[in-house]
């Protein structure tokens, strides 16, 4: 036989053994403390029927309040130690493992000086084919840095510039 009640926190029709009566449980729908009344404070005929998500396809007048009813069934074991929870809180998930997992903030400079070949400034060139095989999505900052370097020709030092990219990769 068993006890059927309403949680008093959600309003969850449960059912229980009745050996359970007077039992502390935890909810399973609201997770709220709850405390197995005696005996049933209702009969499932006479249960209300709650919102009904998926009505049965076959409406019959005698069951059909009970049956659209969503009833959870609980198994009240014999407890060995006091104060063991009967119902496990599922974990809640690993929220760092769904997003950017294993990827790096990374920095990468290029300098305007370095993409001179042979006289012709490929500098637009070089930044352009960086900036497309990171792929716009992971560019966080580009910052334009300036910088003094010696060149070699002249043996002077000259001022130059270049682009500070952060991308996640
Ligand atoms: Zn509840």
């Given at each position: 036989?068993d006890?059927?009640?309403?949680?008093p926190?959600?309003e969850?029709?449960?059912a229980?053994?009745?050996?359970?009566?007077?039992s502390?449980?935890?909810?399973?729908?609201?997770?709220?403390?709850?405390?197995?009344?005696p005996?049933s404070?209702?009969t499932?005929?006479a249960?209300?029927?709650?919102?009904t998500?998926?009505?049965?396809p076959i409406?019959?007048a005698?069951n059909?309040?009970?049956?659209a009813?969503?009833?959870?069934h609980l198994k009240?074991?014999?407890?060995?130690?006091?104060?063991?929870?009967?119902?496990?809180k599922?974990?809640?998930?690993?929220q760092a493992?769904?997003?950017?997992?294993?990827?790096?903030?990374?920095s990468?400079t290029?300098r305007r000086?370095?993409?001179v070949e042979?006289?012709?400034?490929k500098?637009?060139e070089v930044v352009?084919?960086f900036?497309n095989?990171?792929?716009?999505?992971?560019?966080?900052?580009?910052?334009s840095?300036s910088?003094t370097?010696?060149?070699?020709?002249s043996q002077?030092?000259?001022?130059?510039?270049?682009l500070l990219?952060?991308?996640?990769?």
């Amino acid at each position: 036989m068993d006890i059927v009640f309403d949680c008093p926190h959600c309003e969850q029709e449960l059912a229980v053994d009745s050996s359970g009566a007077g039992s502390e449980i935890e909810c399973p729908s609201c997770q709220e403390s709850i405390q197995i009344p005696p005996q049933s404070k209702k009969t499932k005929a006479a249960a209300v029927p709650a919102e009904t998500h998926s009505p049965s396809p076959i409406p019959s007048a005698i069951n059909s309040s009970a049956a659209a009813r969503v009833e959870k069934h609980l198994k009240v074991p014999v407890r060995s130690t006091p104060g063991e929870p009967l119902i496990l809180k599922p974990q809640p998930p690993l929220q760092a493992v769904a997003r950017g997992a294993g990827r790096q903030i990374l920095s990468h400079t290029i300098r305007r000086a370095t993409c001179v070949e042979s006289g012709h400034d490929k500098f637009d060139e070089v930044v352009s084919k960086f900036l497309n095989e990171v792929g716009e999505p992971n560019i966080i900052a580009t910052h334009s840095v300036s910088y003094t370097h010696l060149d070699i020709s002249s043996q002077k030092l000259l001022n130059d510039y270049g682009l500070l990219v952060i991308y996640r990769g």
